[in-house]
């Protein structure tokens, strides 16, 4: 998705959910000074990691469960929270982690270290974040924005973690698709965050996975 596709979809997000624009243009000029001096992950580097099969780990509580039924090989993108579970049930480092930092610090940080390539996004409210955070990755990353992109920043479009992991997949070439741990309905209870928000953002994802995403891919 490019970012004359992607625009339109993104100013009905700010409408729906009251977003400010300047502070996501403001986060991502943060983020393009934070990694402006540092080695950063091309697409097309990141695309000769992967094959034409990839499977993206979302952060559901069924996670766990549909990962021992399936197994956990090939290529693996893990959206945020999920990386936590990767790693410690199933002594697995992502290949690609896309996160805008809300996950668990120390394991995104174990993960980078360990080879995973971070797709850290920039919008208005993880600032303090980007902050804090950002100098401390050691590992390759990869900095995205959901406004227009500009100097080391990139935006193939998406809102939450798990769509923008499922359209960056799509945007290195994936053929095949899996999703795990994807549930619309059900949003894993985070202290501090409203569920009735998370499941209004769940159904964006919902929308731009499987109306935008999946679909289109199948009729091309």
Known sequence: MNFAEWEPIYQQIVTD???????????ARLLNELVASRESMSPDRLRLRIGKEITVCGDALSLEAEL??????????????????????FGRVPDIIVTDLDGDIADLMSANAQGAVLIIHAHGDN?????????????LVMATTQVRPFGH????????????????????????????????????????RSIENKKRKLAWARHLIYDLTLAKAETT
């Open 153 to 192: 920043l990139y935006n193939f479009g998406g809102f939450t973690d798990g769509d923008r992991a499922v359209i960056l997949a799509k945007h290195l070439g994936a053929m095949n698709i899996q999703l795990v741990g994807f549930d619309f309905d059900t949003p894993r209870p985070k202290e501090g």
């Open 68 to 89: 021992r039924q399936r197994g956990v090989g090939g290529t693996i993108m893990a959206a945020d929270g999920a990386t936590s579970t990767l790693l410690h049930t």
């Open 17 to 27: 959910f009251k977003f400010s624009r300047e502070q996501d243009e403001a986060a």
């Open 127 to 139: 600032m303090d974040a980007l902050r804090k955070y950002v100098p401390r990755f050691s590992g």
